[in-house]
């Protein structure tokens, strides 16, 4: 089944304590992106990859890495997170830049 | 800028009721797109369409119809005889051709259908 899988799906940490969010699609897709949504807010980009090794800023990328080693996964970290982090996490793929992007089930994250 | 607005922050319907979801876009990009998705209480996202801004066709799937103007900028989700199960949370989103895979959403509106 094509999918976009993240892991965990839900997390409670504390401050500083830094994370990871794992991203898996197996539909071979180049363009991979992590999304943030806030209430009132809709989703917002984080960061997005365009390949292996191609990683470039969304609209909110303070206080995020990633990287992208191979094509499949898109690893979101939080070297120290904050309260201000706490959001439900989206990470999407689609084959290219204009295509659909086909999104995982999310991660709600809770900083203490 | 780019910028999506979904005006109706919450809306609520009877069952068997049509109900229109508004959506607003401004860009200076002549060539765009146009999505819809649906969250559901479970919380994924299910992408339902997809338009390019050359196609000013209106679409039909099912009780689904959206209806895209550009003379207004508007790219409207109606949902006809409404179910419950159509309660969701509904976004409209934009991208541009030039621009990187980024999609721009709006708020979203909250659709509740009571039976």
């Known amino acids: 089944e094509a999918q976009v899988t993240q892991n965990p799906r839900y997390l409670i940490t504390v401050t500083g304590k830094k994370l990871t969010v794992t991203c898996s699609q197996n539909?071979?897709?180049?363009?991979m992106s992590w999304y943030r949504q806030d209430p009132g807010l809709g989703l917002r980009q984080i960061y997005y990859?365009?390949?292996?090794?191609?990683?470039d800023k969304g609209d909110v990328p303070e206080g995020y890495k990633v990287s992208r080693k191979e094509k499949r996964n898109f690893p979101l970290i939080l070297e120290s997170p904050s309260p201000n982090q706490t959001s439900l996490y989206f990470c999407?793929?689609?084959?290219?830049?204009?295509?659909?992007?086909?999104f995982g089930p999310g991660t709600r994250l809770l900083v203490l | 800028a780019q910028k999506v607005t979904q005006a109706q922050t919450e809306i609520s319907v009877v069952e068997k009721e049509d109900v229109t979801l508004d959506c607003v876009y401004e860009?200076?990009?002549?060539?765009?797109?146009l999505f819809w998705y649906k969250q559901p209480p479970s919380g994924e996202l299910v992408f339902l369409i997809r338009?390019?801004?050359?196609?000013?066709q209106n679409e039909i799937s099912g009780r689904y119809s959206w209806n895209f103007q550009k003379s207004t900028s508007s790219f409207n989700f109606t949902i006809t005889a409404s179910q419950v199960v159509d309660s969701a949370v509904y976004f409209c989103?934009?991208?541009?051709?030039?621009?990187?895979?980024?999609?721009?959403f709006g708020a979203g509106t909250r659709l509740a259908v009571h039976p």
């Open positions: 999407a793929s689609s084959p290219s830049r204009v295509e659909t992007q086909y």
């Open positions: 539909m071979n897709h180049e363009y």
């Open positions: 990859s365009m390949n292996v090794e191609v990683t």
């Open positions: 860009t200076r990009d002549t060539t765009y797109y």
């Open positions: 338009r390019n801004s050359f196609d000013e």
């Open positions: 989103a934009l991208t541009q051709s030039g621009g990187y895979n980024k999609l721009i």
